[in-house]
Structure formats: C-alpha cells, structure tokens
C-alpha cells in the first residue's frame, strides 16, 4: 500500500473524529450521556479500524479521493446514530425533525459517492464495499431507533439484520457468499428502505403510518434479498444467471 494513500486515510480520519466529538459534547448539555459519547466513538473507531484494514483493495490508488470521503462522512453520521440508539433515552419531536434532516442529507450523499468515484477515476473494489457496509450498518441503526422511538415493533429490527443474515446463511451455503454483479433493483430498494425509516421517524408521520412504511420497506428488502439469493443458488434464469445484473 503506498505510504501516500495511508498519510491521506489517516488525515481524512483524524478530522472527523474531531468533528463527531465536537458534535456529541455539543450533545451533553441536551441530555446526552456518556452512553452516547462513548458507543458513538467505539463505533467510529471500528469504522476507522475496517476502513485501514480494507484500504490494500483501493490499489493502485494513491489517494482517498472524494467518493470515499463522502462515504467516511456518512459513516460518521451513522457512528452519531449508533451514540443516540445507546443513550435510549426518548427523543422530543424537534430531535426527532433533526435527525431525519440529517439522516436525508446523509442520504443525498449516497447518490453522489458513485458518480464521485468514477470522475476521479478512483473507483475501486475498497470504495464499492464500504458504501454498502456504510448502508447496511445505517440501515440498522434508523431501524433501531424506529424501534425505540416506538414507531415499529421490534420486527422492524429485521431490516437492518437481514444483510448480516444473508451473510451468516452464506457460511452454510457457499454459493450465497460468491459476489453479485451490481444491480439497479438492489441500490434502488436499499435507498427506499432508508427514506422509510427516516420518514418513519419524522414526528408530522403518525404512528400507523410509520410501522406501514417500514412494513413495506421491509417487504420489498426481502424480496430484494430473495432474489439475489435465487440468482446465487443459480435458480433463476438457469445455471448461468448466477452473476447477472439484476
């Protein structure tokens, strides 16, 4: 790995674990515990650790590049989540307003990562996998505060576990765990399920409402993960469609 490319990660790293301590000591007088202060930088440190250890699969690269700082930005939202799921405690409705405005923001860079990527030229195998654990990990984490701020039942909780389901299924059958060609209907679903869950948590989206938006998000999740496990095990459209895009 040049040593360019690590200077450049650990920089873009430093900073914003300045920037999230910043944010939850700006928390602490709002209520925030040291729960929230101390799970959102353990996560961010394990964030930090899985970025560094991945990086070899950003060669030939030198740099970080933008793509991937946006992600690293999501990423550190998401550590901010992880915090706020850890202090528990009852979030009042203009929390509620700020973390979906923010959670649509951090979404909006998911759209832009992949276009960054490939301007730059910086596309790479590190960069593809670290959006999607990025999604999977925000995934969870608004499920779990859908769950908590008592906008679901704990079934919601299921949106955010199945990747790692899938994962943990692909350790008993080895063809789930080969890799999927990139695929519109995943990418698109993934995003619908995270706009439900933050809509789900927007105070103006009443109760029912909110539990029959991660309802139908989780639906379509499944039926996301279901067929990809289909093309894994070569069931649709023959042996041979096991890698096609989808």
């Known amino acids: ?32 515990g040291w729960r929230a202060l101390a ?19 950003h060669a030939p690269h030198r740099r970080f590049g933008a ?7 999501r990423a550190t939202f998401v550590a901010l989540l992880i915090g706020v799921v ?18 649509t923001a951090a979404l909006a860079l998911d759209g832009v990562d992949g276009w960054a990527a490939r301007r730059s030229g910086l596309a790479s195998r590190f960069g593809a996998r670290f959006d999607m654990e990025v999604d999977a990990l ?7 505060l859908a769950w908590q701020a008592g906008r679901a039942g704990a079934w919601v909780l299921l ?57 139908g998000g989780l639906l379509l999740l499944s039926y996301s993960f279901a067929a990809d496990g289909l093309i894994q095990l070569g069931w649709s459209h023959g042996r041979g469609a096991r890698n096609m895009p989808t």
């Open 86 to 103: 850890a202090d528990g405690r009852a979030l009042s409705s203009g929390e509620r307003w700020l973390l979906a405005a923010a959670g």
């Open 39 to 57: 799970s959102a930088m353990a996560s961010y440190g394990a964030i930090a650790l899985l970025v560094r250890l991945g990086l070899a699969e």
């Open 1 to 32: 790995m040049p040593p360019a490319l690590r200077t450049d990660t650990a920089a873009r790293l430093a900073v914003l674990a300045g920037v999230l301590l910043a944010v939850l000591l700006g928390l602490v007088p709002l209520g925030f």
């Open 138 to 144: 925000f995934v969870l984490t608004l499920a779990a």
């Open 159 to 215: 949106s955010g576990l199945m990747r790692y389901l899938y994962i943990a299924a692909g350790r008993l059958w080895p063809a789930l765990a080969t890799p999927l060609a990139p695929s519109l209907r995943r990418k698109t679903i993934c995003v619908l399920q995270i706009a439900v869950l933050l809509a789900a948590l927007a105070p103006a989206v009443g109760p029912g409402t909110a539990a029959a938006l991660c309802l």
């Open 67 to 73: 793509a991937n700082l946006l992600t690293l930005i």
